[in-house]
């Protein structure tokens, strides 16, 4: 019996017994893991993403709203080809720089805080948890993620706006991170460098949740219909449905968030609010402009969908390896 008991406490489940060191402990070793695997494969997909942006902020881009040479994008195929065309290959990865220096924080933030809350919620086995299952991973998901978002904004801002920003370097808006930080602060102060937060938090909450909750959801049903670890091919095609659906189900959010972005440090904003710009995306540009560029997900979640299972076997590594 007292084996069996052993046993049990050795194999862990969700129902594990809370003790602050143990947590903070695998924090350090989550957030380590996380930052080991990040850059490289958001470097892959950077030049769809750039695009992606391109279509979803057209709309409320100053050097497209201008007219001149700058014309709106027919789609993704238009949008990259007229983009190497007028500014060079290595334009599709403009932006990338503020990106990856974002993103090593962002994912090693959100795969460690997203253990961490959920390990809170469902970590006490003696006086029971504060929640289990589906809720307690959706909540970790997006309080994880609310949380990183609000420490890295600035850089995910600034992204979106370089990422946005159309022309070669004598005539673009913006020459880099610093500039744009810097000259954003000096017109509008932290509001600027903060706008869009608002929007940005309620897609989290969709997507994160989704994203990660979705995940170890799928993996525990999984897990418990297995007597032997879930095959990584079956982790990967969880992981790439769970990503491509909650890419697509926050992706109208994403596209209020990004127009919001672009008003940092405008003179005559759009948008006076999150609802107005909702609802003037949809009387003037109808339902089919909250999903522009969505199609990009596709391509993008096989990259997320890839984080989530080469997270759980870097992980796996340090483990065996003892770090």
């Known amino acids: 019996m007292a084996a069996a008991e052993e046993e049990k406490l050795k194999g862990g489940g969700d129902r594990r017994e809370f003790r602050p060191s143990t947590c903070l402990s695998s924090f350090h070793r989550d957030l380590t893991a996380a930052a080991l695997m990040g850059g490289v494969v958001h470097t892959i997909v950077a030049p769809i993403e750039r695009a992606k942006l391109l279509l979803q902020t057209q709309e409320s881009n100053a050097a497209i709203l201008a007219g001149g040479s700058h014309r709106r994008f027919r789609g993704m195929i238009d949008c990259i ?124 909450v969709v997507h994160r949740g989704l994203y990660f909750g979705g995940f170890d959801t799928m993996k525990e049903k999984m897990a418990e219909k297995s007597s032997s670890d879930v095959a990584l091919w079956k982790r990967w095609a969880a992981a790439q449905a769970v990503t491509t659906v909650a890419g697509m189900l926050s992706y109208p959010l994403d596209t209020v968030r990004r127009r919001m972005m672009m008003q940092s440090g405008t003179e005559r904003p759009m948008y006076r609010t999150t609802l107005d710009c909702w609802r003037t995306i949809y009387k003037v540009e109808g339902f089919t402009s909250f999903y522009r560029g969505a199609m990009s997900n596709i391509f993008r979640s096989t990259g997320a969908a890839a984080v989530l299972v080469l997270y759980d076997e870097i992980k796996k590594f340090m483990n065996l390896a003892g770090l």
């Open 81 to 204: 080809g007229r983009t190497v065309k007028e500014e060079g290959v290595l334009s599709l990865w403009r932006g990338n720089g503020s990106s990856v220096i974002r993103y090593y924080p962002s994912v090693a933030l959100n795969f460690s805080l997203k253990d961490l809350y959920r390990n809170i919620l469902r970590g006490n086995s003696r006086e029971g948890s504060l929640l289990s299952g589906p809720s307690a991973n959706f909540l970790a998901g997006s309080a994880a993620g609310c949380m990183t978002l609000i420490i890295i904004y600035p850089l995910d801002i600034a992204h979106t706006r370089l990422a946005a920003d159309l022309g070669r370097m004598e005539t673009r808006q913006f020459r880099g991170i610093g500039h744009f930080l810097s000259t954003v602060y000096r017109k509008d102060g932290v509001r600027g460098v903060y706008k869009g937060i608002l929007a940005s938090l309620q897609g989290m």
